[in-house]
């Protein structure tokens, strides 16, 4: 057929080249989680690879809308914008429209994953240099993703080649609990860089952490690190805190969720009330 | 409106991840070129990403045949195949059937590039580690294609920011004459490595400096001495070889396209007639 007959996500550059950002938040219990700093990232990856004529005061209003239309409590809201549409070219075409696409769907239930934990397994980081941006520019992820699953585990934790460092989970931010300086135990996390997506779920965390009383310190572990942690947990908007409990087949403390962890999760649940 | 009903290209997982690899050929003068080797690297790069269940034959009559029906004699042949279609879930859907797209249109008209030669700017690759895969994990290629749109150059010059290396072109490889060892100029372009894509016109190129008697040597060089070549190109399927006659401002030569490179370009056609 002629390609002006095509429908119109055939010749989306989003599937040609990756050339878009997205956003993923979720609701709880018929309220929209952290709207706001969705929306003010989406913004700053609009402007980090120049998508132009997005108005997102008015993305904001139709997720607020189609939200509520949804009618459902536990909802995953999913939306990207690309630079447009038309025939494959990777130079511009001058006057391209971008395009503007949206789901919202029931969230999967994860009570099992939270209960019980799981298990994840390292992958070496292929991604991209500019992972703080949050682009469809995922294979690196899709394939780690999928060497963990072959591995019967839940989610891969990516960490660079060079130094052997974790920079995050495929698509999730990693934490560990390890013994610091003093007495306790403090939260270990990669700090925000380049390669590594400012993730809103984090903020909350770290907020969290705070709260219990727990030291945070930003920096860098290794797989060998992780490992040998007193507990484990990665962190994402669709499933907030998730225990880790094995990591490439080591059993994290007594194989269960952490107490730690289980308390940062509570107190999560505070900021979603 | 419901998922189910959504038009089938709206959940491809090309879109959500980039997870797809592609191809481009082209034919002169009515005949495809260098079917084979395209065909052998798409079959190279759905293995690489682990997309089963495209008959990669098939592939190949459905090439012939559409390029037969197109009439088109200066045609760009275009397919991609991707991990399927499913709702947006970054773990895999059990049992997706991968989806296939191809568009043939008229190739444009470069024989203005062709014949004056091309101006060129360097940009850091940010791309993932995997390149040698022909993905649809553009977005690091896009964004330097823009930035050398804006200094009014027609391609990037990708280099790693290591060691300031020359990887290849944002949609090309890369090649450079300049005094080798002899008396004599040489061919130099970067060797295949993991972040560089092996090249179907890289090996025409290869075999036309051997004809004309041309030393090859594939050893990465920096933006600096590409800017102190003799002669530069670029080259890629839909244009072969493309003189470059300025790189990031300097002047490469007498500021047109060089002896060798036109000879490259003469002996080049020796191959489609």
């Known amino acids: 057929m002629p390609l002006e007959d095509l429908p119109e996500p055939y010749l989306d550059r989003g599937m040609f ?5 997205y956003e993923v938040l979720r609701s709880y219990e018929g309220k929209l989680f952290a709207l706001d700093p969705h929306m003010q990232r989406f913004s700053q990856s609009l402007a980090a690879i120049d998508i132009q004529g ?5 993305v904001r209003r139709r997720v607020i809308d189609a939200y509520a239309q949804s009618g459902i409590a536990e909802a995953k809201v999913y939306f990207h914008a690309t630079r447009g549409r038309s025939a494959r070219n990777m130079t511009d075409t001058p006057g391209l429209k971008p395009s503007f696409f949206m789901t919202i769907t029931e969230l999967e239930d994860c009570s099992q994953e939270k209960d019980q934990g799981i298990s994840v397994w390292g992958h070496p980081d292929w991604r991209w240099k500019k992972c703080h941006i949050k682009s469809l520019n995922l294979l690196a992820n899709v394939l780690a993703r999928r060497d963990a699953q072959r591995r019967g585990c839940s989610e891969a934790i990516l960490f660079n080649e060079e130094e052997g460092l974790i920079t995050e989970g495929s698509a999730s931010s990693f934490f560990a609990l390890l013994p610091g300086a003093g007495a306790g135990l403090t939260l270990r996390t990669s ?5 590594i997506l400012p993730s809103v779920t984090r903020t909350y965390i770290l907020r969290a952490a705070n709260n219990v009383g727990l030291t945070v310190v930003e920096n860098s572990l290794t797989c060998a690190e992780a490992a040998h942690a007193q507990e484990l947990f990665i962190a994402m908007t669709t499933q907030d805190i998730v225990p880790v409990v094995r990591f490439e087949g080591t059993r994290i403390g007594d194989g269960r969720p ?6 940062l999760m509570r107190e999560f649940r505070q900021f979603v009330g």
């Open 17 to 21: 080249f990756a050339d878009g950002v």
């Open 191 to 195: 700090p925000l860089v380049a390669n």
């Open 54 to 58: 997005i108005d997102v005061e008015e």
């Open 258 to 263: 952490g107490r730690l962890t289980q308390q």
